[in-house]
Structure formats: structure tokens, C-alpha cells
């Protein structure tokens, strides 16, 4: 069996147990049997069981049985596919990647986004990060020069279709980089010890997102969204710290505690007259300042 195909099996059992809540093995025989992957074989226990602790060490998904129950089995820790963990996020590619594959006749009616940029850079730089050891490259600036940096390379994130390096400078200072513009990336002898109370969730946890300005105080902004918008802020959260404050058949207002950084104002104004920022007035007036200056270009002002 190849380790495409055992991955497909592997993400089918734990999504057929996930829908199901809890399943007797029969059950999910029945079910298997009605997938092409069966070949009209029935999946053995010990098919099963090793299945079953693959997906564990893989995805951190733990598979039990309730013998009180039936003999049923369930994921007895959910939660961890609710996280923005590794492990969710390969659980969900490949789950989706299963379901296009299995959908190739309707390749002309499918329409995805593009792959995240600087893709081909992050083999290099996991590389340095499991090897600890400092990463040399050239790196572009918008507007600016090209400069040569070296740096130990501290986590790695994926905001917005484009990969992210937090790597920490010879000054001490920690400065995040596009895998897309790093050019002639080289690993080096030198080797680095990430900092114990280093947490890189925690780095971003008040960040709209790559944005980390230590300086920057953690505020309490209000926003007020109106028309089909508090549907969409409801589904996809702006920030993991929003929750609903309250609503009326016009608006609903939402409260977020993050870093007001320039990623985010650039967020709320994208979704122009439907979101507006209540609280601080601080805010409110630079989000009217940079109203007015876009409303000056569409007129020709300079």
C-alpha cells in the first residue's frame, strides 16, 4: 500500500468517525464498503488498530472506544481539531485534496486559490529551525534595497497565502520575514538555542497577523457591522479575542482586544461601508484620516 493511499484511509476513518459522534466498527465496515478505497474488502481490526494509532502519532488524534457503549468508538480529543494547530491544517488539506481527487470530472468546475508563495523556501528554513542553526540570505524590500541578513530562525506561519519567518537578529530584535522575497538562502555552521519561555502562538496572540509590534499596547476596539456583515464576522472572526457585545435589526457590534497595527486597520477598511470602528475614537479618527486621503485620490487631489 502506498503512503498516498494509506493517508486517504487514514483521513476517511477519522472524518467517518467525526460525523458519526460515535460508531460501532461494524458500522464503519458498512461504510467502508461503500467506498471505492475498499476494493470490496472489509476493513480488518488489525487494519484498524494500526490505522487508528497512525492517526494518533500523525495528526495528535486520539481514537478510543467506549465499551460501556456498544464497543463505539469516538475522538475522545476533539478539541484539538478545532485548534489552529499543525495538525488540523494537514487534516483539513489532505482531507480536501481526498475530496477533489475523487472529483476529477469536475476539474473545469472546481476553482481553487493559488499556492501559498514562498513554498519552495520553507523546506530550507524547517531544515535550520529542527537543525537549529542560522539562516544567511538575501532579502528584497518593497521600495527598498536588497539587504543581507542572518538570523535565527524562530517559527514559521502561513497568514494570507504567503509563508512567514520570525527569525530574531544579532541585535537581539525579533523581525519577521516573506519566504517569497528571501533569495540565496544558506544554512549556516552557527547554531542557536530558541529561548525557553518562548511561545510562538503567544508572539502573535495579540496580532491581527504578522504584524507584532512589541510596542504597541493590546486595546479594546469596538466595531459596528452592518447589513449581511455580522453573518460573516460570526463564521470567520476578524481575531480569536472577538465575541458579539450586542445587535439590532441594523447592526450587530462586536468587541476584539488585539494591537491596533496597520495589517488590521487595512482589514476593517477592505470591507468599506459595512464595518466601522465605534470604540476608541483614536481609531475611529485615523480610520476617517485614511478614508479621506483614498477619497482625495479617487477626486484627483494630490
Not at 63 to 86: A, H, M, P, Q, T
Not at 112 to 138: K, W, Y
Not at 203 to 212: P, T
Request: charge should be negative; proline fraction near 3%; aromatic fraction near 12%.
Amino acid at each position: 500500500m502506498t503512503t498516498y493511499t494509506k493517508f486517504k484511509e487514514y483521513i476517511w476513518l477519522v472524518n467517518t468517525i467525526r460525523r458519526a459522534g460515535r460508531i460501532t466498527l461494524a458500522e464503519i465496515n458498512e461504510r467502508w464498503m461503500q467506498t471505492e478505497m475498499s476494493g470490496g474488502v472489509e476493513l480488518a481490526r488489525t487494519t484498524f488498530n494500526r490505522h487508528k494509532d497512525a492517526i494518533e502519532d500523525i495528526f495528535g488524534i486520539i481514537i478510543d472506544c467506549d465499551r460501556k457503549d456498544g464497543y463505539r468508538y469516538f475522538i475522545s480529543n476533539e478539541r484539538v481539531l478545532r485548534e489552529d494547530s499543525i495538525q488540523n491544517w494537514m487534516l483539513s488539506t489532505l482531507s480536501v485534496g481526498n475530496i477533489v481527487s475523487e472529483s476529477k470530472s469536475l476539474n473545469q468546475r472546481i476553482l481553487l486559490e493559488n499556492i501559498p508563495s514562498g513554498g519552495e523556501r520553507l523546506q530550507e528554513v524547517l531544515d535550520a529551525m529542527r537543525d537549529s542553526r542560522q539562516l544567511l540570505f538575501t532579502y528584497h524590500r518593497y521600495g527598498a534595497a536588497s539587504r543581507e541578513f542572518t538570523i535565527d530562525p524562530y517559527c514559521v506561519r502561513l497568514f494570507c497565502q504567503r509563508w512567514y519567518l520570525l527569525g530574531r537578529l544579532a541585535n537581539g530584535h525579533l523581525v519577521t520575514f516573506s519566504l517569497d522575497r528571501m533569495e540565496c538562502v544558506e544554512r549556516l555552521d552557527t547554531r542557536f538555542r530558541v529561548p525557553d519561555d518562548f511561545d510562538a502562538a503567544e508572539f502573535f496572540c495579540d496580532s491581527y497577523g504578522m504584524l507584532a509590534d512589541a510596542a504597541m499596547p493590546v486595546e479594546r476596539i469596538v466595531v459596528r457591522a452592518y447589513g449581511m456583515e455580522p453573518y460573516y464576522l460570526r463564521d470567520l472572526p476578524l481575531h480569536h479575542s472577538q465575541h458579539e457585545l450586542s445587535a439590532t435589526a441594523d447592526y450587530a457590534d462586536f468587541e476584539l482586544r488585539l494591537k491596533p497595527t496597520a495589517d488590521f486597520k487595512a482589514k476593517l477598511l477592505s470591507r468599506g461601508q459595512w464595518l466601522q470602528v465605534v470604540e476608541p475614537q483614536a481609531l475611529a479618527d485615523e480610520m476617517v484620516e485614511w478614508l479621506r486621503k483614498t477619497l482625495e485620490r479617487y477626486e484627483g487631489k494630490k
